[in-house]
């Protein structure tokens, strides 16, 4: 079962269920989903529907973190849920230590040095690890492969 397919399951069983938590949340991915199907006319695949997962996951992790500072708790702790729901339809995430040898290898194999490689090694690594891992921790390792 594709994973637009499940998210529609999923969306059906949280009505069942009347879970309108995680039904508002399902609606707003399979919003994003469909906008982009709109906007650039295809059929989206699991890759880029975890890349719209991705996406909709940092806006949840930037919003957190403006409501936090701004001592509003309540509706950090709405974006929290929402970003659980959400982090199921990723998946398995690759742990430090796999990004970092991925990272290394993907450096030797284009041959970069320094600092000024960190574009031509970033396109790289976003196409192999795109959904796999998170991008915030892939361009940490980048930083450290190119840098030592």
Not at 6 to 25: C, N, P
Not at 35 to 58: G, H, M, P, S, T
């Amino acid at each position: 079962m594709s994973l637009k397919a499940q998210i529609t399951e999923d969306m059906k069983t949280a009505m069942r269920a009347k879970d309108s938590e995680r039904l508002g949340t399902i609606r707003l991915l399979q919003a994003a989903m469909k906008q982009k199907e709109v906007d650039e006319r295809i059929e989206l695949d699991d890759a880029a529907v975890i890349a719209i997962v991705d996406k909709l996951i940092k806006q949840r992790k930037d919003s957190i973190a403006a409501f936090e500072g701004a001592g509003r708790q309540d509706l950090a702790d709405k974006e929290k849920a929402e970003m659980a729901v959400l982090t199921a339809y990723l998946p398995e995430r690759m742990s430090a230590e796999e990004v970092a040898t991925a990272v290394k290898a993907i450096v030797a194999e284009l041959g970069a040095s320094g600092p000024g490689d960190m574009g031509k090694v970033m396109g790289a690594v976003k196409a192999q690890l795109a959904g796999k891992a998170d991008m915030g921790q892939v361009s940490a390792a980048v930083k450290a492969a190119l840098a030592g």
